[in-house]
Nanobody, 125 residues
Framework: QVQLVESGGGLVQAGGSLRLSCADS????????VGWFRQAPGKEREIVAA????????YYADSVKGRFTISRDNAKNTVHLQMNSLKPEDTAVYYC??????????????????WGQGTQVTVSS
């Protein structure tokens, strides 16, 4: 069973960096597509980045391209989201999610089966 736990959120000034981590205590991460989503108050949950099971393919939303980097360490059952040059509009709750059995990157939130509880990222101006 997939059990996802995010960490690494916090408060940072604009221009700063944070590194989010997502760990799978169920130890089935290595076979699954993983995505990072975010949801700001009053807004829909949106995909930020995704990485295929073998890290061969990645996806980034236009709003974070060149600033965020997704990576994974299957031996440690973790996925990271390195966030640089943060902006106030990046403020949101960030969630990691796993799409079981997916070999290609997908971006629809309904295509992801398991979700973590979320971690708050706040960027001050």
């Amino acid at each position: 069973q997939v059990q996802l736990v995010e960490s690494g959120g916090g408060l940072v000034q604009a221009g700063g960096s944070l590194r989010l981590s997502c760990a799978d205590s169920g130890r089935t991460f290595s076979n699954n597509l993983v995505g990072w989503f975010r949801q700001a108050p009053g807004k829909e949950r949106e995909i930020v980045a995704a990485i295929s099971w073998n890290a061969a393919s990645t996806y980034y939303a236009d709003s974070v391209k060149g600033r965020f980097t997704i990576s994974r360490d299957n031996a440690k059952n973790t996925v990271h989201l390195q966030m640089n040059s943060l902006k106030p509009e990046d403020t949101a709750v960030y969630y990691c999610a796993a799409a079981l059995g997916r070999r290609t990157v997908v971006t629809g939130r309904n295509q992801y089966n398991y979700w973590g509880q979320g971690t708050q990222v706040t960027v001050s101006s």
